[in-house]
Each structure stands twice: as structure tokens, then as C-alpha cells.
T-cell receptor, first 114, second 112 residues
């Protein structure tokens, strides 16, 4: 596609439920990043992939958060036992290679945990 | 600890009134500094990358400059469509490759 796409655009869930957020990067981009943005804040790094492997997951807040990219393209961010504090916009970005190549962002998934 | 600070938090301008946004950073070694524009309900849109002190880049009414400690985004004769939040981010040599560290942004409003 022309840009990074994310689905769903909005997700409302109840505390304790499991959610999956999907990211489809720009074709040919080998690096894929997940960020989380709370209201009035800049995006916060969660995890990034170079190809299929997670190169750095130091931003994941705890072990309820997990992400995969099995074929080196689409990625899924998985959140178990959701908490109200997980409510935020989850942004995905991709770049040609990891490093200082510009990252192109998707529109985000707004997650609301009731 | 890495830190990116943007000022002011919010800026209101009249159409045509030029101004500058500031981004100061503290990193162990700068790999790159990025400017993004973010409209409400959308993801950040890439504007510029700067790599070394003294570098400048321009795009339409925007010009970004870089020193060893800060970057400026100059807006010349802004129009209402320039209203958005402008985000600054850095990549640190001492950190993860490509891990963008963002500031909180400057919310710009341009009134006609």
C-alpha cells in the first residue's frame, strides 16, 4: 500500500480482556516500530523489529505486552489482561532499514479500556 | 538519561506572523534529529531529518536548523493550514538503533 495501515482504528474493551492490534507497514520496509501515545504527550517507544526478530523490546511496560512479526511484514501487538492504564493511541511506524532512516507512521489505533 | 524538551508548549500566531519553535536535547551522542507534524486524530507526518550541527533544511514555509544542543523550527509567514502539533525526536548513538525519543510537542494555532 501507499502508507502504513493499522487496524482497528478504534478498540473499546473491558478491563481484563485480551486485545490484538495489527500493523501493515510500507512494502519493502524491513524495520517496524510500535509506539504508544497518551493525550498531550509525545509517542513513547515500545518495541522494534528488524525483519522477523524483535531487535529491541526494552520499551514494553510489562509482560502483558507482546508483539510478533512472523513473516517480516505485518506485525501484531498483543495485550493480555488489559488495564485502564493501557488506554492510549498505539502507533506503528516503518522504515527502509533500522537506524536513522525516517520512520513513516500509521494513523494509530485508539484503545480504550473500560 | 536522554531528554528532549520542546518549547513553548503552545503557540498562537496570526496569519503571516513568523516565529520559531525550540527543541533542546540531551543525549550521549546524536545520530539524528527528526521533526514531525501531527494533526488531531492522525499519526505523525515526517518533515525533516538533521544529522550534524550547522545543518539546515527547508520545506515551503518551514526551516529546521541544528546546533549541538538544540534545534529550531522556523515558520515564515504561517497560514491557518500550518496549525498542528510539531514533534521533535532524537536517535541516540548510545541507545537502540532507530528508537525515536520524542518531546511532548508544540501545539501551533494560526488564526486568519
Amino acid at each position: 500500500g501507499a502508507g502504513v495501515s493499522q487496524t482497528p482504528s478504534n478498540k473499546v474493551t473491558e478491563k481484563g480482556k485480551y486485545v490484538e492490534l495489527r500493523c501493515d507497514p510500507i512494502s519493502g520496509h524491513t524495520a517496524l516500530y510500535w509506539y504508544r501515545q497518551s493525550l498531550g504527550q509525545g509517542p513513547e517507544f515500545l518495541i522494534y523489529f528488524q525483519g522477523t526478530g524483535a531487535a529491541d523490546d526494552s520499551g514494553l511496560p510489562n509482560d502483558r505486552f507482546f508483539a510478533v512479526r512472523p513473516e517480516g511484514s505485518v506485525s501484531t501487538l498483543k495485550i493480555q489482561r488489559t488495564e485502564r492504564g493501557d488506554s492510549a493511541v498505539y502507533l506503528c511506524a516503518s522504515s527502509r532499514i533500522a537506524g536513522v532512516d525516517e520512520q513513516f507512521f500509521g494513523p494509530g489505533t485508539r484503545l480504550t479500556v473500560l | 538519561e536522554d531528554q528532549v524538551t520542546q518549547s513553548p508548549e503552545a503557540l498562537r500566531l496570526q496569519e503571516g506572523e513568523s516565529s520559531s519553535l525550540n527543541c533542546s536535547y540531551t543525549v550521549s551522542g546524536l545520530r539524528g534529529l527528526f521533526w514531525y507534524r501531527q494533526d488531531p486524530g492522525k499519526g505523525p507526518e515526517f518533515l525533516f531529518t538533521l544529522y550534524s550541527a550547522g545543518e539546515e533544511k527547508e520545506k515551503e514555509r518551514l526551516k529546521a536548523t541544528l546546533t549541538k544542543k538544540e534545534s529550531f523550527l522556523h515558520i515564515t509567514a504561517p497560514k491557518p493550514e500550518d496549525s498542528a502539533t510539531y514533534l521533535c525526536a532524537v536517535v541516540d548513538y548510545g541507545g537502540s538503533q532507530g528508537n525515536l525519543i520524542f518531546g511532548k510537542g508544540t501545539k501551533l494555532s494560526v488564526k486568519p
